[in-house]
């Protein structure tokens, strides 16, 4: 019998320890993320919205100086996910739908954070890097086609 209740008692230890460090763990996870959505927050209200012109314009300058598009979607640009970065910061990193699309202009500084840059894409003006996506949206695509027929008759 004693072997039985030390057996029972060893398993139930063994539960109060996996208990204990799931819940510190439980703890560590809540604080990374209120401390991720504060930080977040500051750089992600300091952006503006992007209009469709804003890409549509980076992709132009894009596609002129080499780069490709690697993704063709037939609906609009869903603009809601895209920042307009406008005073210089350093991006955290931001998953799945939080992730947000920034647009960086010639003069402002947007860095990575030692954390890297989660699904955030960040599109250059500086030397047009390029993010891992480059989307074409229907109506950027409808966009570009009419100022290229626009320059044809000019």
Partial sequence: MSKILDALKAAEQKHQVEEAKYREYMAKSERERRNHKETSAGW???????????????????????????????????????????????????????????????????????????HNEIFYHDGHRAPGIVPLYSDISAMLQEQVDISLYQ
């Fill in 44 to 118: 992600v209200g300091s952006c503006a919205r992007v209009r469709p012109g804003d890409y549509a314009m980076w992709l132009e300058d894009f596609l002129r100086s080499g780069g490709e598009i690697t993704h063709v979607y037939d609906y609009d640009m869903p603009c809601d996910s895209w920042l307009l970065a406008r005073i210089d910061f350093t991006v955290t990193p931001l998953y799945g739908s939080a992730a947000k699309s920034i647009i960086v202009p010639a003069g402002v500084r947007v860095e990575v954070g030692a954390a890297g840059a989660g």
